[in-house]
C-alpha cells in the first residue's frame, strides 16, 4: 500500500498521472495481481494505492521499478514523499448472483491467503 499526498489542488492531474504508470508499467511486472485506487474523501490531497503482488520477491522488485517511476513521474506535485506499507493479504471472496449453482449470494466465501 503507497500514500500519496499531494499539494493542494494538484491531487487529480496527478494521480492520472499515477494511473497511468499503473496502468501500463505494472502489467508486464513479473507477480502483478491487480491495484485499487481510492482517492479520500476526507482529505482532498490523499490518495492511496493497494498494489496486490504474488510473492514478497515481485513487491520488492516493484519497488525498485514501478513505484521508484512513480514517483519521479509526480515528485512535483508531492507534498512530502510517498508512503509505503507492506501488508500480508488475507481476503474472502463471496460468489456473485448465479455464479454459484443452487447457492444464493452471500454463500460460504473462498478464502484467499497470498504467499509471502
Known amino acids: ?19 497511468h504508470i499503473l496502468n501500463t508499467e505494472t502489467r508486464n511486472s513479473s507477480g502483478f495481481r491487480g491495484y485499487i485506487s481510492l482517492l479520500s474523501h476526507e482529505d482532498p490531497d490523499l490518495v492511496t494505492v493497494l498494489t496486490l503482488w504474488q510473492d ?33 493479504i488475507f481476503s474472502a471472496i463471496f460468489p456473485a448472483e448465479g455464479e454459484v449453482k443452487g447457492k444464493e449470494i452471500g454463500g460460504a466465501p473462498k478464502f484467499v491467503f497470498l504467499k509471502k
Not at 519521479?72 to 501488508?87: F, Q, R
Open 1 to 19: 500500500m503507497s500514500l500519496w499526498y499531494f499539494k493542494k489542488g494538484q491531487r487529480e492531474q496527478a494521480f492520472l498521472e499515477l494511473d
Open 56 to 88: 514478497e520477491e515481485s513487491l520488492k522488485a516493484s519497488e525498485k521499478a514501478v513505484f521508484a517511476q512513480a514517483k519521479e513521474k509526480v515528485k512535483d506535485s508531492l507534498k512530502g514523499s510517498a508512503k509505503i506499507e507492506n501488508y500480508q
